[in-house]
């Protein structure tokens, strides 16, 4: 039941597999298990297998829904009584308010001023009460703070939270459940809730299993901090995956460099391309946030850089890929802008 | 292995349910078992609960596959050995171009010059030959003819051939396997082919189940013979749904006369309208002619004017819809246009 506030780096003990597991009791019966579904196409442009864990199809349209359900349906009615207060750029936003809404109780979300309008329209449409900030780190966290000062409201940070971390974390335990013998792992990274998550709920099943985020070069917060080994932080972002303009976290940031194997960056024009593909091959509908995952792969050798074939079978390496969203504006696709 | 030119109506057994397990077994190592989704948020819509199987996110991306696979995969050597003509107006093209390439034979393709580019080119992706035609059944038909006398291939009738039929069946056999309480399943009519598999196929599994077609009320040649009791048919159809401008054979007006409850139509706007509504909640992509079969549902009191309601266990009626594919033009969506 840690927060920011409380946290100590020296001390931090990430949620142990029983918290994941417990996550996974407490969320199940009100989230989707996604689909895993592949695609030959796909397959074949990058000598790979590719499986994708679909939280696009997930409530709320993103994974956030799990980490939210989590915290929120773990508090004590007290805790919960004078409702939630968050910061988000939308997915995590609606899925605290679609999770305080099965609780009863009301949802305080900040959001930057340039958060997409339909995930500004899904807060409201669970009942959210939004509050507007300056699309910056600085402005998110003083506002948040402000409104929790005067709500009382109870704090569920979109990732420097365990609670958060161990419910992300049941994707990847889904995914591996059902797929247990991936190569790797590929997870977007903004926070690093997912990241981290993933992290935790897939070397609890198998320990030897590669797990690699990616990120976009616009927001390389995560790729900076891994590589210089020091917490680095974006003050603002303007990637079109509006998903990933956040930055790692004290938690999260301990989680990836222990299990972490490598960040991969991609370009705007990747993700774009990347996110168009998705929907043309597979039929379904992925966020940039979502894109960012695959899109480093599908470059020329790349799968090969990273010296996964070495199976036993000798067939293509199984990767498997965390969609993180589907939520974005279908009157202005990224590709007709 | 009856074709259209052998077709005795009064003599006519449709494909028994052997033949459908034997399609079955036979492409299920081919094809994908799409997954069954479901939407809380379009069940609020309409007092139901809905589950739709996902056949827009089947190989080649739509359920056509399933009986090309059937049709061509059956095939002794020496009847695939001068390839494989067929008339379509997409879809079924390129499952027979598919399948084709998978059996190592070409595939002669016959389309109107309307059909959509994108599907075109996903047949020419497949490696099919096509040859153009005139929008109208009877050029069709005429064109067909003439390229299977050059080219001496064998004919697959996208939809009046038994083997297509049962193939097309593989999919409510699969939606009732794991849904056995379905109350009733809505699939989209055009040739027939889908909803007269879709009457074998579940009710083959379940008796008492009820089958609905929705139809364009822009094509409503089904709805016209089921009514008249008089095989009916369209000399050409503009509706948005493009892969319902066919119309009824002997074969398939045979099954539905025999196991449809009834036809619903739909206005050219509520098939646009729930076409982004499934894009929206869902986050899958369907074409024009998949959200045929959900959009009379959403309608005010349409759920409760099918007497649908009287379920033992007093919960709103589980209505499974299928949704037949999702290829379309993602630089012209419906909404934009």
Redesign the interface.
């Known amino acids: 039941m840690s927060t920011a506030l409380s946290f100590e780096p020296t001390n931090y003990q990430p949620p142990a597999w029983e918290a994941i597991v417990d996550a996974h009791t407490r969320i199940a019966p009100r989230i989707?298990r996604t689909?895993i579904?592949?695609s030959?196409s796909l397959n074949a442009l990058a000598d790979a297998r590719f499986f994708f864990k679909c939280e696009?199809?997930q409530?709320t349209?993103s994974f956030k829904i799990r980490g939210a359900a989590n915290a929120i349906l773990s508090l004590s009615n007290e805790q919960a009584a004078r409702g939630i207060v968050t910061q988000s750029s939308g997915n995590h936003g609606a899925a605290v308010a679609c999770a305080a809404a099965w609780r009863g109780v009301p949802a305080y979300i900040v959001m930057p001023r340039n958060a997409p309008k339909v995930k500004i329209q899904a807060i409201e449409a669970y009942g959210g009460k939004i509050t507007f900030c300056e699309p910056k780190v600085s402005s998110r966290k003083e506002t948040c703070d402000r409104v929790q000062a005067e709500t009382g409201a109870h704090l569920v940070h979109p990732y420097d939270d365990d609670r958060i971390i161990a419910g992300q974390a049941t994707a990847a335990k889904e995914f591996l459940e059902e797929m247990p013998d991936l190569d790797a792992v590929f997870a977007p990274v903004s926070g690093g809730g997912l990241l981290s998550g993933t992290c935790l709920g897939a070397i609890g099943i198998r320990k030897d299993i590669r797990i690699i985020g990616c990120e976009p070069a616009r927001a390389d917060d995560a790729y900076r901090s891994l590589t210089t080994g020091t917490l680095q932080s974006l003050e603002s972002s303007d990637t079109i995956a509006d998903g990933l303009r956040a930055s790692l976290s004290p938690r999260t940031f301990a989680i990836l460099r222990k299990h972490v194997d490598r960040i991969l960056l991609v370009t705007e024009e990747e993700i774009i391309a990347t996110a168009?593909l998705v929907?043309?091959r597979?039929?379904?509908?992925?966020e940039p946030s979502s894109s960012v995952a695959l899109a480093p792969l599908l470059k020329p050798a790349a799968v090969k850089s990273l010296n996964l074939h070495s199976r036993a079978d000798g067939q293509p390496p199984k990767l498997g890929v965390i969609f993180s969203g589907?939520?974005l504006d279908?009157?202005a696709?990224p590709?007709?802008s």
């Open positions: 989707h689909p579904l592949a030959m696009n199809l409530k349209g168009r929907w043309e597979m039929k379904i509908i992925v589907g939520n279908l009157n696709l590709w007709l």
